[in-house]
């Protein structure tokens, strides 16, 4: 099953080099201690991002998802389907072989270019844009990047 985490690049890039998710609270009374998510169904409310330049896209490998989760305290490492509002995987979840990034996409031009430099404006020949520098460290970033997730070793837990 497919996971959507909705985050910012820059964590994005921490949780793929560290195989781990990091959440606000690891209690289990805190109905927010855990990884937010989305899957591929319609209908989800996604207003509760706090960055929101890349969907780090994960393979769920574990059991199918609980539905509601009102009681507390959560047990840990189960993935809950709240919907509308949210899916998470309650924390903490180590067993290693259960959520595995599948790989990371930038929502809109836009944030993918806020990152790697904006666009100055100029009609610069295609020759000189598809070998300038800015592009050649864009490319190798991100053959890096995937070089992580694509060799399905990138395999996360949460602490």
């Known amino acids: 099953m497919q996971l959507f985490h909705h985050t910012g690049l820059w964590q994005a890039i921490s949780i793929i080099?560290?195989?781990?998710?990091?959440?606000f609270s690891t209690s289990a009374w805190n109905g927010d201690s855990g990884l937010n998510c989305y899957d591929s169904r319609p209908g989800?409310?996604?207003?509760?991002?706090?960055?929101?330049?890349?969907?780090l896209v994960f393979e769920w490998m574990g059991a199918p998802p609980q539905r509601g989760g009102n009681s507390l305290p959560y047990p840990p490492g189960v993935l809950f389907d709240m919907h509308p509002w949210r899916m998470f995987v309650s924390a903490p979840l180590h067993d290693r072989k259960v959520l595995r990034?599948?790989?990371?996409?930038f929502k809109s031009a836009e944030a993918r270019n806020h990152f790697f430099g904006r666009n100055d404006?100029?009609?610069?020949?295609?020759r000189i844009r598809m070998?300038?520098?800015a592009r050649r460290r864009r490319l190798e970033f991100l053959k890096g990047l995937r070089a992580v997730y694509r060799s399905n070793n990138c395999w996360v837990s949460i602490h």
């Open 44 to 55: 989800y409310r996604h207003n509760q991002h706090e960055a929101d330049e890349v969907i």
């Open 17 to 23: 080099k560290s195989a781990r998710f990091i959440p």
């Open 101 to 105: 990034v599948s790989h990371l996409r």
């Open 131 to 133: 070998f300038s520098g």
């Open 121 to 126: 404006g100029r009609r610069w020949p295609r």
